[in-house]
């Protein structure tokens, strides 16, 4: 980003349990489970319990919710995010709001360079806090439109 945004308000963004992202992932185990009870009374036994043993290993780590209790970080252009061990995070161009309640950051370590992604919804932080992550989100998408490769 450019350093023009430098002198901008410090976010710290602490991330809180979100009630619809508890919604949502209820409703993705739920419709799981009934595709697999129709595969079943359809007597589609063996793809059931196939599909079963997939959805088994699957869905425990998209219920579970690593970005609680993590802090994210914007002071003078950089970013960190407390999941990374303290250390500096580069913000990548699939960031972006798609809805007014939902935020997907995806960055890479500063350190290792592993990719990864974190979904914000607006009711796990505070109200002032998601309105700056906002906009700091459409100041990075500028940024990126404008050819700059790093947040």
Do not use: N, Q
């Amino acid at each position: 980003m450019s350093a023009g945004y430098s002198s901008s308000h410090t976010l710290h963004l602490k991330i809180g349990s979100s009630r619809t992202r508890t919604l949502l992932c209820t409703g993705l185990a739920l419709l799981h489970t009934l595709a697999l009870c129709l595969l079943v009374l359809h007597g589609h036994l063996s793809p059931a319990l196939s599909l079963g043993v997939l959805l088994w290993r699957a869905l425990p780590p998209i219920l579970r919710d690593d970005s609680r209790g993590s802090l994210l970080v914007w002071h003078r252009g950089t970013w960190e995010l407390s999941g990374t061990a303290g250390r500096g995070i580069l913000l990548l161009e699939g960031s972006h709001t798609p809805l007014p309640s939902v935020a997907h950051l995806a960055f890479r370590t500063v350190a290792d360079g592993r990719p990864c992604s974190l979904w914000v919804f607006a009711d796990s932080v505070e109200p002032d806090a998601w309105r700056r992550l906002r906009v700091r989100l459409a100041l990075a998408d500028s940024g990126f439109s404008a050819g700059s490769s790093a947040v």
